[in-house]
């Protein structure tokens, strides 16, 4: 299906393992984010991309690593979860970083970090 | 600091009454401000875009009002449906920023 798709939907994992989100867009899209959801905070940019191989960083990327060797593809690395990053995960893409330019979304991961 | 505040921050209301969300932000330069939809357990859909030339837009019964002068928008929903139960996100662009609010939750009881 066209879109933009995220894997899992739901992950449960322990503090201390790695765990890698997945995202995945069908667009072309040349810009990707990554964002979390916390209750009270709002959706926080994590990390975003401009193109293959151009990362940076946003708002909160401590304990984050990304990775964008295909435009497609966008996964998301927690190298050592912690309990704090337990949260719902959302992947965006935009078609470029023009100001009038809609931001689509994903469905969400939500991961929880025991 | 650019910031964007949402009030109510929950709402119920009952099917086929109206309401309006307020949204105020402070976000310099600012570019755009765009109102977006979230479903529980989906992602956020746009509903509506407002450039600072922009005073209202209406999206079927969504209306979005925006004064660049007082940098407030509002987003009123006529004859409320039960699919309209959902967190309405306000989010500002400046020039190469987003900020996002952190929503209201509307709940429209039958």
């Known amino acids: 299906d066209a879109g933009i798709t995220q894997s899992p939907r739901y992950k449960i994992t322990e503090t201390g393992r790695q765990v890698t989100l997945m995202c995945h867009q069908t667009?072309?899209?040349?810009?990707m984010f990554w964002y979390r959801q916390d209750l009270g905070h709002g959706l926080r940019l994590i990390y975003y991309?401009?193109?293959?191989?151009?990362?940076d960083k946003g708002e909160v990327p401590d304990g984050y690593v990304v990775s964008r060797s295909k435009t497609e593809n966008f996964p998301l690395t927690l190298e050592s979860a912690t309990r704090s990053q337990t949260s719902v995960y959302f992947c965006?893409?935009?078609?470029?970083?023009?100001?009038?330019?809609?931001?689509?979304f994903g469905p969400g991961t939500r991961l929880t970090v025991l | 600091k650019n910031q964007v505040e949402q009030s109510p921050q929950s709402l119920i209301i009952l099917e086929g009454k109206n309401c309006t969300l307020q949204?105020?932000?402070?976000?310099?330069?600012?570019?755009?401000l765009r109102w977006y939809k979230q479903d529980t357990g989906r992602g956020p859909v746009s509903l509506t875009i407002?450039?600072?030339?922009?005073n209202t837009k209406s999206n079927g019964r969504y209306t979005a009002t925006l004064d660049a002068d007082t940098k407030q928008s509002s987003l009123h929903i006529t004859a409320s449906q039960l699919s309209d139960s959902a967190s309405y996100i306000c989010?500002?662009?400046?020039?190469?920023?987003?900020?996002f609010g952190k929503g209201t939750m509307l709940l429209v009881s039958p």
């Open positions: 667009w072309s899209h040349s810009y």
């Open positions: 991309s401009a193109a293959a191989d151009i990362t």
């Open positions: 965006a893409s935009s078609e470029s970083r023009e100001s009038y330019n809609e931001q689509f």
């Open positions: 407002m450039t600072f030339s922009e």
């Open positions: 989010v500002a662009r400046g020039y190469s920023t987003l900020t």
């Open positions: 949204c105020n932000y402070t976000v310099s330069p600012f570019s755009n």
